[in-house]
Each structure stands twice: as structure tokens, then as C-alpha cells.
């Protein structure tokens, strides 16, 4: 054992019960029946195509599969339900560095990987990478996070995107 000051271990002791205090309880995401790609789109309120530009807000302190503290912009390039009023929208979420491409064929009936770590929802975007986004009011602001373990904010690969050729193709249908 390693022999430390008195101030080191109580730091430590108090980090170790204070995360325990501070802890959430961890539960799987599950939902009644199964996820109805067609059903999403037509109570969505606005679904644009839009960029992930920077943070509005950075993140402070750990990341969290939950609601992030930090905000992402979004240039939007393409509107192609309702109006979110401005050329940019702004999303509780993290930038990363990876693509998190969906790797279910369209039209998807599941989250991309990103959200199936048990929040049900994506929350981490690529800079620079475009997302189909189905939104929904939530005050003041928009949110993805409305339809738990849906496709709400996917990346796209391209303007001509499956996903974004089959969203395309149900609005037309409605």
C-alpha cells in the first residue's frame, strides 16, 4: 500500500462518497411498442437538414448519456417540414469526432448507435456532418429528444442520403 498524506486520502475519501451521493440511478431505455418510422414523421413538427456547425454552449464537466449540458448550432440547409424561423437551430447535444452513421437499412426503426447506450436518444453530433432532424417544440426551443429510441437526428452520408430520399418520399405521401 501506498503510504499518502492525510489531505490526499481525504480527498479521495470525500470523491468516492460524494460520487455516490451525486449518482443517478441507471435504467434501460424501453418503450411500449415498436419504433414506427412513418409515425414519427408525420408527429414530428419540423424535420430539416441541417449542418453541425460549433458549440452554442460548451460542455462543463463529465459527459453524460442523459441531456448534455452544452449546446450545438446547426446551419439549416434544407427545411422539409414546418419552419424553425432561422438559417440556424440550436440542440442540447456534444460535438465528436466520429460519424455515427445508422447501420440499419431504410427506412430505420432504431436509433443509430449513438443512442443506444441507454438514454434512448443520439446527443453526440460530427462537426461539419449533416443530421436529418425531426423536431419538436420544447418551450422556447427545439428538441430530438420526444420519440425514445427513434431515428430523430440521424446522420446523413449525402444530399441523396436513403434515409433522406425515404423521409422525402412519406412527406409527399401525407
Known amino acids: 500500500m ?3 498524506p492525510y489531505g490526499v486520502w481525504a480527498v ?3 470523491s ?3 460520487a455516490g451521493v451525486n449518482a443517478e440511478p441507471v435504467v434501460p ?3 411500449a411498442r415498436p419504433v414506427s418510422a412513418t409515425e414519427m414523421v408525420r408527429d414530428a413538427q419540423v424535420i430539416v437538414r441541417a449542418q453541425a456547425v460549433e458549440y452554442s454552449v460548451g460542455p462543463t464537466g463529465l459527459t453524460t448519456t442523459g441531456t448534455p449540458n452544452s449546446v450545438v448550432r446547426f446551419k439549416v440547409v434544407e427545411t422539409l417540414k414546418g419552419s424553425v424561423g432561422a438559417a440556424d437551430l440550436t440542440l442540447q447535444g456534444y460535438l465528436g469526432e466520429k460519424d455515427d452513421f445508422n447501420d440499419h437499412a431504410a427506412p430505420y426503426t432504431f436509433v443509430r448507435p ?5 438514454s434512448c436518444f443520439a446527443n453526440t453530433y460530427r462537426r461539419g456532418a449533416e443530421f436529418l432532424l425531426m423536431l419538436k417544440r420544447a418551450g422556447d ?3 430530438v429528444n420526444w420519440y425514445a429510441l427513434g431515428p430523430v437526428n440521424e446522420q446523413l452520408r449525402s444530399a441523396d442520403d436513403p434515409w433522406l430520399r425515404w423521409v422525402r418520399e412519406e412527406l409527399k405521401r401525407k
Open 29 to 31: 431505455c424501453t418503450i
Open 16 to 18: 468516492v462518497l460524494s
Open 114 to 118: 449513438g443512442g443506444r447506450a441507454g
Open 12 to 14: 479521495l475519501l470525500y
Open 2 to 4: 501506498v503510504a499518502l
Open 141 to 143: 426551443a427545439f428538441t
